[in-house]
């Protein structure tokens, strides 16, 4: 198996109002898996115990923001408004078919824009889990 | 890079620069011609490259700009302040690329003496510019 880097990296939002490739200009994407943990921790137990409960996550997504209202644009920006439902299709190695694809059904907490004096305008959205993350292999389509 | 060097050069040939030079053709990329009329400027690419910080190709280089003038520091510095009224805070016109960002960063100066024991005096400054691949 040979590595691969970020760059390879293929985005795709698919939102009510539009599926819109969100790679292109990325800077880093990243998804943090997470488990409810029930404690069952009782009696003489010396250490607490846990039933793991139901799957759950969070990622993030940091770009540079391009001028315009074109792909990467603000167009891309308010389908991932906050509070708007979606899912994320993502393809670390690319989009060719038969490579790696993760499917994050997903909530939007909004996009956050940096825009420091001296540097690039930046946008990072973070998103909730809303639904069971599945993965399957590219059919050489973004957001299928 | 050539379409850098040709940018900079033009945005060198505003009046207010060129009227404290021997004339227009008084700027120079890396080094002054031989026997060269003083007073100069002479720009060069001090370093920088590819920022590879995206899948968008940028550039992120350092520019030395500076003057040399036999008639005094202050002469030079007189040419230096116009180069960086052209350069400051302004933008270039890079053939096959956007420059979003271009502002001096470090200021320099020098004093050279010739073996006739004349004096040549540098200003100049490092501007720092990026530009994005259209």
């Known amino acids: ?144 | 890079m050539n379409e850098l060097d040709t940018a900079i050069y033009s945005k060198l040939q505003g009046t207010a620069l060129t009227s404290l030079l021997p004339g227009t053709a008084s700027i120079y990329n890396l080094q002054a011609s031989d026997n060269a009329t003083f007073p100069y400027v002479v720009f060069s690419l001090h370093a920088g490259g590819d920022e590879n910080q995206t899948p968008k190709r940028r550039k992120n280089l350092l520019v030395y700009v500076r003057a040399y003038s036999k008639t005094s520091a202050l002469h030079a510095g007189s040419i230096d302040a116009q180069c960086d009224t052209l350069l400051h805070a302004g933008s270039l016109n890079v053939n096959g690329w956007t420059n979003f960002w271009l502002n001096r960063e470090q200021d320099l100066n020098m004093v050279e003496n010739l073996p006739s024991g004349e004096k040549v005096w540098m200003a100049g400054g490092i501007y720092r510019t990026r530009i994005e691949k259209n």
């Open chain 1, 1 to 144: 198996m040979a590595d691969f880097a970020g760059s390879a990296l293929v985005g795709a939002w698919v939102q009510a109002a539009a599926t819109t490739t969100i790679t292109g200009d990325h800077k880093s994407f990243t998804f943090t898996p997470s488990i409810n943990m029930i404690n069952k921790t009782a009696g003489a137990d010396q250490g607490a115990t846990y039933i793991p409960g139901v799957k759950d996550g969070t990622w993030t997504f940091n770009a540079n923001m391009q001028s315009g209202t074109a792909s990467g644009g603000t167009t891309t920006y308010s389908t991932l408004d906050e509070g708007n439902e979606g899912t994320l299709y993502v393809y670390p190695e690319g989009i060719t078919a038969g490579k790696t694809k993760y499917v994050y059904p997903s909530i939007s907490q909004g996009a956050a824009i940096s825009m420091p004096y001296d540097n690039v305008t930046e946008v990072t959205v973070n998103g909730q889990l809303n639904g069971l993350r599945t993965s399957g292999t590219s059919t050489g389509t973004a957001g299928a």
